[in-house]
């Protein structure tokens, strides 16, 4: 079952042949309402997609793709708690950790909601014990530090969220995240710390992944260096589905924090995942964050297609990918406090998107998930926007604009907008031959001079851009935004026909590096390796100082 034998799909490369070259300046000059037409909001959430290559019939075909390839029934099958993560064979449930309503959300025919609120329970009442200083170290003192080993979706996800709520956080507390297993991350973080005030959260899905668990028993080591065996319970906690392994670690099972395998790393954030946030800006934060990713998943199950942010985001992107041939696609927070945002999009859409076999086991013809990247502006003015302005790859962008700051300085933000805003503009429309020509004349060139730096200073313009825009980067907003880059990711998953929940692809790596960690460990030379792989390992075996 593929996508590109529809009618529909058929009907859009047609369409695709006719607009190629039509350009945004002229329709934006011949239609002074096509900011209302191509703009719309999910509370205080506005999505302006103006500046993209569609016009009303672009929309309505996209549209009628999405209907076709049944996007309803597959909204409703996550919301319903069905095995859509068929590799797995799990249900796709994230939604239900931010289910503010309550209402029964079934899972192989149980209701989870119980158990996810008995983990919120579990998570207000830990914090409340380690806020109001109850929850003590092992000589009496507060908590002060909580570091969470993780990575991936144990890491990215509730790093961002800490990074981007910094004015909201608890007066005393500070969050430190180690990831890499690269003995740098865990030093220099632990180096500023000490064991009487840190409590460690082990942050893990499976419990099984490599990095954590060897930075988890450094952490232990370090601390014990301090600290008796018994005086573990009080700075070691662990989120995880495997109790077993837990215990196995050494984690008291009582202050193990559950999650459930109908939620995916990448999506998890909104679980007991998410404690270090909930440790560092208070439980009440964290549930304005649940609060906002519960209004965009109202916002997604109830809106019509051509109203949905979401689907409308999802369906522009397939129009670049699949139409345009885009192979990447930039996010572009500014807001400073941002600056991990790009990061954890990246995981969220890579690990989702970033296949190549459909749902039926089949090998696919057509492009899926892009590259996704991005900085924050307006640093990323001075980088890489040369090659989004003059490059000869379409890359669309998205612009996420904050109106106010937490941290206004006089005229700051109005020039960050600004710049934003700009950026926006420039990409649309572009400086044409003729505009660069009177702007040099102008300037006072002329001649040979004029000719040979004309074709330089020309924009083609014409380049995409969304613009999301809101009027402060609250829990709840930030709570939308994420929620909302989820369901766009589902979008395109389920017009790519693809699986978006599994992620195979970084399996074959994992298993290699633990058979290449021994080796390296050897005294003799190894082999058994193509040439390249062997003479490598031989060569670190040689140079490593033991
Ligand atoms: O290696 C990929 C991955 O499985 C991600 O999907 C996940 O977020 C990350 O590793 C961490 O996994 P865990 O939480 O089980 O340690």
Known sequence: MTPLNTPEWQSLDRHYTDLKYVSMRDEFALDSGRFERFSLNSGELLLDYSKNRITKETIEKLIALAKSLGLSDWIERMYTGESINTTEGRAVSHIALRNRSNRPIKVDGKDVMPAVNAVLAQMKQFCDQVHQGKWLGYTDKRISDVVNIGIGGSDLGPAMICEALEPYAIAGMNVHFVSNVDGTDLSTTLEKLSPETTLFIVASKTFTTQETLTNAQSARAWFLRAGGVEDIAKHFVAVSTNADAVAKFGINTDNMFEIWDWVGGRYSLWSAIGLPIALYVGMESFERLLDGGHEMDNHFRKQPFENNMPVIMGLLGVWYVNFFGSQTHAIVPYDHSLTRFPSHMQQLDMESNGKLTNRQGQRISYSTGPVIWGTPGTNGQHAYFQLIHQGTQLIPVDFVLPVNSHYPECDHQSILLANGLAQSEALMKGKSAEE???????????????????????????????????????????????????????????????????????ELGKQLAKAIVPELQKDADISGHDSSTTSLINLIRQLTKR
């Open 436 to 506: 660069v020509r009177t702007e040099l004349v102008n300037e006072g060139y002329e001649g040979e001079a004029l000719e040979a730096l004309q074709p330089h200073k020309i924009f083609p313009g014409n380049r995409p851009s969304n613009t999301l825009i809101f009027p402060k980067l609250t829990p709840e907003m930030l709570g939308q935004l994420v929620a909302l880059y989820e369901h766009k990711v589902f979008v395109q998953g389920a017009i790519w026909n693809i699986n978006s929940f599994d992620q195979w692809g970084v």
